[in-house]
């Protein structure tokens, strides 16, 4: 047997079909469609509704079934499922062994892996780590981040930006060198008070106050977390080209975490792509935290093509951010 890559072998995405526009967020914040457009380049995202009832694992499981509806897996093959999410159904119980269970997966274990904005992207190194050791053969990792259970739609330093979806890619062994290639995960925990949810967890537990104060939402410094993102994403991308001596003509794509255009432009610049590789979807789904780059392969998934170089790279809260390269394993 000739030496195991992980290769990513079918892709699923979901979005809620409430949409958020600008216009709406106008009559809801004092803001504007020109400011939201300019300084984020997004139009609208996609909501699930409180009144549905539903968490992060709804999207997710919608995600699976896409996956499943473009690719027959067996989801009894399925040894491991890796929930990427920064809004879990509930704390403690795992959303992931509930998804797993939902999508029929019973012979795998299943975990949620919370990274901020870089969950799937941490987890995509998890995934392929356990296939390229010959672990285990089939692993399904989804990003899904139910964000609007978490924001203050009163703020609008952050309501503007976050969105609703989920993502999911089936992870199988590859004998031709195709799939994950190399990486270059980093944290720092300098970034953990600038982007934040200050109570419900084990510091502040819930309480009247909690709730008084606003502190189960999301809090953050947008112009701190803005400067690091583009420093430390841009550094990442460009890194893992000089690692595998890629020049920008080796790279089909850029998957970026769609957290902000201006962030994704600065991104592209520094590894000299041009536009037209870089995957974006940010002006109809916003931030969708751990689903931004599951999502990109589900919409862009038509024109990829088998041996394509993918580079992804994301950053988030904590700080969290890295890159990875990929091959494309299927047209
Ligand atoms: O995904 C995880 C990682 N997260 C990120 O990467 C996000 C990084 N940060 C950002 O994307 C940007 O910082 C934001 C989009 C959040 C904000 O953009 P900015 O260009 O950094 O704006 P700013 O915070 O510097 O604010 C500029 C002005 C301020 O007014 P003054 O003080 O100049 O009078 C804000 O109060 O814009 C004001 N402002 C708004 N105006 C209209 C802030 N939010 C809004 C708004 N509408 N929604």
């Known amino acids: 047997m000739g030496k195991l890559s992980a290769a990513i072998t079918a892709v699923g995405g979901y979005v809620p079909e409430f949409v958020l526009t600008n216009k709406m967020l106008e009559e809801m914040v004092e803001t504007n469609d020109e400011w939201i457009t300019t300084r984020t380049g997004i139009q609208e995202r996609r909501i699930l509704k409180p009144e549905e009832g539903e968490g992060s694992s709804y999207l997710a499981i919608k995600a699976v079934q896409d996956l499943f509806r473009k690719k027959q897996v067996d989801p009894k093959e399925i040894d491991l499922v890796i929930l990427a999410t920064a809004t879990p159904d509930t704390l403690v119980a795992s959303t992931a062994a509930y998804v797993a269970s939902k999508i029929g997966a019973t012979n795998a274990f299943a975990y949620d892996l919370l990274a901020a904005c870089s969950s799937f992207l941490y987890g995509m190194s998890s995934a392929a780590a356990y296939i390229a050791s010959g672990t285990y053969k089939k692993v399904l990792l989804i990003g899904a981040d139910k964000m609007s259970s978490i924001i203050d739609y009163t703020d609008r ?175």
């Not at 009247?208 to 993102?229: L, M, P």
């Not at 024109?303 to 700080?319: M, R, T």
């Open 157 to 331: 330093t952050t309501c503007i930006i976050f969105g609703d979806g989920a993502g999911a890619v089936l992870f199988e062994a590859n004998e031709e060198g195709l799939g994950l290639q190399d990486e270059y995960l980093r944290s720092d925990g300098i970034g953990r008070t600038y982007l934040s949810m200050d109570a419900g967890g084990s510091i502040l537990p819930a309480s009247e106050e909690t709730v008084k104060n606003r502190q189960h939402y999301i809090y953050q410094d947008g112009k701190t977390v803005f400067k690091f993102a583009v420093s430390n994403m841009a550094d990442a991308a460009a890194r893992i080209m000089d690692q595998n001596q890629l020049t920008h003509e080796d790279v089909s794509w850029l998957v970026p975490h769609q957290a902000n255009k201006r962030i994704i432009d600065a991104t592209a610049n520094r590894m000299g792509l041009d536009h037209s590789k870089v995957m974006m979807n940010i002006q109809r789904y916003g931030n969708t935290t751990s689903a931004t780059l599951p999502l990109l392969l589900s919409d862009y998934e038509a024109q990829l093509k088998k041996g394509d170089n993918l580079v992804f790279a994301a950053f988030g809260g904590g700080f969290t951010w890295g890159a990875i390269y990929l091959k494309w394993a299927y047209n």
